[in-house]
């Protein structure tokens, strides 16, 4: 087991935690409880497995001085991999720039980048001593959680709010887990997982109601800075990063490795990429706060969109955010479904990717922020791919096949173009 070089610590009122605490939200505050490093013991450590490893980094594991994993030999694994780092098609990048890079995280373990978060949550609450836990989701945190549960040997609870996919639902009993739906939202889903937690001693998994999701989700930011190196000579990173934004832990938890890696050494802090938050117009209430210059977001009121992974209507992490896009020097915007949909045809079509609609919504923010003159012409911007489009297929247009005649001489309807 190695020595913890990390305590725990809460993200408003900085009360302090140790590094075997089972905590959820603060007890002072009610706040988000982060994983804060001796980054001076990582430092060291990381620069042995660079020096010693060819290929370093293999998975997110390999990111280990900087996560809260007690005994990483013993982690269990599903295929983890650095996800891929791409330019968009170039029938696809905008003429006259900017340039647009896309971080596939459809590639995870069960198809998203929640794989990342209930990876490190699971194997940590599985070194804590827990073996029964409850998440309430719109869909692929459920699936993630519940496939690392299967794996882990642990009892896992899925609430889903009632609009949830059912290629979403569909999964969870797949792996296993025990799957109920709620009317309302992920905020009435949440209420549902509060009380098993209460009531029954099930540990919860919320977004940010626990230490240990967000740091598999800063991992990206790791892997991150170790492909633009190597693939965009002369830059340490992007100029922007347009992030599809629902609960927040991807958007914050790229911020916090941004951080850690200046502290470390690795990264200059003087040209950080400005974050950006991309949300449904239906449901965006963190747009709507960081227009209006506040520190957090009023709850949003009858929230609607194809988009089930950002209909959020309030999350506790959201003056996180807010900080997050101010202090990089970022934005928000929100988009239509409308415009979401089509995105995410025109990425099909003439680019061959199969975004999930929540990361459709940053290529329709990235042509807004363009049209806008937010971006340069001259600057390298990065989409986060976050899921795989398979498990949307209720929102796809007709797919029967055409019926033809084996016998017909020709088939005129095949050769007529799209």
């Known amino acids: 087991m190695r020595a913890k070089n990390w305590h725990l610590s809460c993200s408003r009122c900085d009360r302090q ?234 958007l914050i938890g790229l911020w916090k490795a941004f951080h850690e890696l200046v502290a470390l050494g690795w990264l200059g802090g003087e040209k950080l990429p400005r974050m950006v938050a991309v949300q449904p117009a239906g449901c965006c209430p963190i747009v709507r706060a960081f227009h209006s210059g506040r520190e957090r977001a009023e709850p949003w009121q009858d929230p609607v969109t194809v988009a089930s992974g950002l209909r959020v209507p309030a999350a506790v992490g959201d003056f996180l955010m807010l900080r997050t896009l101010r202090e990089s020097g970022g934005t928000a915007v929100a988009v239509s479904d409308e415009e979401i949909l089509a995105a995410r045809d025109e990425l099909a079509r003439r680019g061959g990717l199969d975004f999930s609609p929540e990361s459709a919504a940053t290529w329709a923010g990235c042509k807004r922020l363009i049209a806008d003159g937010w971006l340069a012409h001259n600057e390298r911007v990065v989409l986060f791919h976050t899921g795989t489009g398979l498990k949307y297929h209720h929102l796809d247009r007709a797919t029967e096949p055409k019926v033809l005649d084996p016998e017909a001489d020709d088939w005129p309807e095949l050769i007529a173009g799209r």
Not at 57 to 75: H, I, K, Q, T
Not at 149 to 161: D, E, H, Q, T
Not at 209 to 222: A, C, D, I, V
């Open 17 to 250: 935690f140790e590094p075997d605490e089972l905590v959820g939200l603060c007890p002072a505050c009610n706040s988000p409880i982060l994983v804060r490093y001796d980054l001076a013991v990582a430092r060291r450590l990381l620069a042995e497995l660079r020096s010693g490893q060819p290929g370093w980094p293999r998975s997110l594991y390999d990111f280990w001085p900087v996560l809260p994993l007690a005994e990483p030999e013993r982690v269990v694994r599903l295929g983890e991999q650095v996800t891929p780092l791409y330019r968009l098609p170039r029938q696809l990048q905008p003429e006259g720039g900017p340039e647009v890079w896309v971080k596939d995280e459809s590639v995870n373990p069960t198809g998203t980048f929640k794989a990342r978060g209930m990876a490190l949550a699971l194997h940590r609450a599985r070194e804590l001593g827990v073996r029964r836990v409850v998440v309430p989701s719109a869909g692929n945190a459920a699936g993630a959680a519940a496939a690392y549960a299967a794996r882990l040997g642990m009892s896992c609870v899925v609430i889903v709010p009632e609009d949830t996919p059912r290629a979403n639902v569909a999964e969870c009993v797949r792996y296993g887990a025990t799957v109920a739906q709620v009317p309302g939202s992920i905020v009435d889903a949440g209420k549902a997982a509060a009380r098993l937690r209460e009531r029954h001693g099930l540990y919860d998994v919320s977004t940010l109601k626990e230490p240990y999701r967000l740091e598999g989700k800063k991992t990206m930011g790791y892997e991150l800075f170790v492909q633009w190196r190597e693939l965009a000579a002369g830059h340490e990173l992007p100029d922007a990063i347009i992030y599809p934004t629902g609960g927040g832990t991807g």
